[in-house]
């Protein structure tokens, strides 16, 4: 059962190295290759940091599954900042 419930998050991993090899827009692609990074970046600093402060008791323990259901959070995160920022320099242009 365990395995039939991480499908859809391994799936949704599958169709992002998907959509990165088929973009044919290379601006794109770098947009959403750099969200990724990003996105990566952060969640593994959260993962690493939450790790470290565990075995002091000043963090719950949580559960490993967490960690996608934040990366992605993450990509939504900097997508909108991405996107307030693009708008911004518009306005200035």
Do not use: H, K
């Amino acid at each position: 059962m365990a395995l039939v419930a991480a499908m859809p998050v391994l799936g949704l991993f599958a169709s992002w190295g998907r959509y990165l090899s088929d973009e044919r827009d290379e601006y794109q692609q770098g947009l959403t290759f750099r969200r990724i990074a990003i996105a990566t970046n952060a969640t593994m600093g959260a993962a690493v940091l939450w790790g470290f402060l565990q075995p002091s008791g000043l963090m719950p323990l949580v559960e490993a599954y967490w960690v996608p259901i934040l990366w992605v959070a993450m990509q939504g995160l900097f997508g909108c900042i991405e996107l307030f920022a693009a708008r911004r320099r518009n306005e200035r242009a």
